[in-house]
């Protein structure tokens, strides 16, 4: 019996300390409970920073790695490799506008967290400093961009100048050239005209026994030469007169090989000296 009550006695104490007092352990395992879903939440929020702290230090790399791919004072920056620089000083400020705002999430996140993530300030303002030295290196890239620009553009205006100034001289030269073989011709310009005495005075060439003393002579009736080529002239005549006055010693008469005479000019100079018309009277 004595054994029976020392068991039901037992049996009491138990129910009376964990069954019957399970009301007043319900807040202590509440706030565990809590602790631990706090835990497992701050975990996350970390986790999260981290990931964001991770992209942004991934995109202050790639911006390095990025500048170093071109040379703004390269001496042979071409028109495509200008282009090309664009193209990145554009991804630059992409990938850097990209980080300014993750850093900025990143602050609001940890300004949200109650404290709980007050150890990642010092890394933020890290990265903010990294952020602005890229920001000012990415200001200064751009502005040497702009004076190599202007550089080039003062350079291509120099060269145009150039150019249009070659072109005129070009084209003096050539109206000068023209001119000057113009007044070449002119100088060396003859006529000649051989006929019979009749048909020399039908064109008004011989008149009164004297040749060419009338303005009123058909010119067309001469034929046009360059005394600089023309030295010999076919008369087509067994009798052959030069009448017009030429410096003895200047021209020769001579017959060809079928009897027919021939006008040879040895000085051209001497022998148009005098006159640029030759006037020769055939039978």
């Keep these: 019996m004595k054994k029976i009550v020392i068991m039901a006695l037992g049996a009491f104490l138990l129910t009376a300390c964990f069954g019957g007092n399970k009301t007043a352990e319900n807040p202590l395992q509440h706030e565990l409970d809590s602790l631990k879903e706090a835990n497992s939440s701050q975990a996350e929020e970390l986790q999260e920073c981290m990931a964001l702290i991770d992209q942004v230090n991934e995109g202050f790399r790639v911006i390095k790695e990025a500048e170093g791919q071109f040379d703004v004072n390269d001496g042979n920056l071409e028109m495509g490799n200008r282009d090309k620089m664009i193209d990145n000083m554009q991804f630059l400020q992409d990938k850097l506008n990209q980080n300014r705002d993750l850093i900025n999430a990143l602050k609001k996140k940890v300004s949200t967290s109650n404290n709980r993530l007050s150890a990642l300030v010092k890394q933020i303002e890290k990265l903010e400093s990294d952020y602005k030295e890229q920001s000012e290196r990415l200001a200064l890239l751009e502005e040497q961009l702009a004076e190599r620009d202007e550089i080039i553009n003062l350079q291509n205006q120099q060269i145009d100048e150039l150019s249009e100034n070659v072109d005129q001289l070009m084209t003096e030269n050539e109206q000068r050239s023209a001119e000057i073989a113009a007044q070449d011709r002119e ?4 006529w000649f005209v051989f006929g019979t005495k009749k048909e020399l005075k039908e064109n008004n ?3 009164g026994g004297e040749v060419l003393q009338k303005d009123n002579f058909n010119r067309s009736y ?3 030469i360059d005394i600089r080529y023309v030295k ?3 008369l087509q005549s067994k009798s052959a007169t030069v009448l017009t006055k030429h410096p003895a ?3 020769q008469l001579s017959k060809n090989a079928s009897g027919q005479y021939e006008l040879h000019i040895t ?3 001497q022998f148009w000296s005098v006159s640029k018309y030759l006037v020769v009277q055939v039978k």
């Design 187 to 190: 100088l060396n310009r003859a």
């Design 205 to 207: 060439v011989l008149s």
């Design 222 to 224: 001469f034929t046009e």
């Design 232 to 234: 010999d002239i076919q």
């Design 249 to 251: 010693g200047s021209y």
């Design 267 to 269: 000085n051209p100079t």
